[in-house]
């Protein structure tokens, strides 16, 4: 996604929160972060495959923490390192059902959520509740958290 893509909005919040244009916190960096979540998927006995998508996400906001302007302790903390036992087989079950590889790029702060990305951009939640869909890319997903605006169900994207 071009930052061209950004609305005013959501980049004037992403800036609000430490993001700026050309933000990278490198190839190292976010190789050290996907590779504690690899691991902690196989010590789970599952496997998660870092996409593309998601490791560009990763390297563009990963370590923010994206404060929600409206809703206080509300936040998208984009630190993919977290998680819980058992959440990589149901991130590869979720994979299966979209027929695309997702990896974790973080969490909201609520009821920490999973936020996964998909080969192809798309976002979607990993809740206690079921599995959602977050938008088609992370403008989507961000304008979608800062309207309050309500998720999809993941499954009307199962193949």
């Given at each position: 996604m071009d930052v061209g893509d950004l609305s005013r909005e959501v980049r004037e919040w992403l800036e609000r929160n430490g993001w700026f244009l050309g933000r990278d916190i490198g190839e190292a960096r976010a190789g050290e972060l996907i590779d504690v979540r690899v691991s902690d998927a196989e010590r789970q006995g599952s496997s998660l495959v870092p996409?593309?998508?998601?490791?560009?996400?990763?390297?563009?906001?990963?370590?923010?923490?994206?404060?929600?302007?409206?809703?206080?302790?509300?936040?998208?903390?984009?630190?993919?390192?977290?998680?819980?036992?058992?959440?990589?087989?149901?991130?590869?079950?979720?994979?299966?059902?979209?027929?695309?590889?997702?990896?974790?790029?973080?969490?909201?702060?609520?009821?920490?959520?999973?936020?996964?990305?998909d080969e192809i951009g798309r976002f979607f939640l990993l809740h206690h509740t079921g599995a959602y869909f977050w938008g088609a890319n992370e403008q989507d997903a961000f304008a979608r958290f800062l309207s309050g605006a309500d998720a999809l169900d993941a499954e009307d994207f199962f193949v």
């Open positions: 996409v593309d998508a998601a490791i560009r996400v990763i390297r563009a906001y990963g370590l923010l923490t994206l404060e929600h302007p409206r809703v206080g302790d509300f936040a998208l903390n984009m630190k993919p390192t977290v998680g819980y036992d058992g959440d990589a087989a149901l991130i590869a079950e979720l994979a299966t059902n979209l027929g695309l590889q997702l990896f974790p790029v973080g969490y909201e702060t609520s009821e920490e959520g999973l936020i996964l990305v």
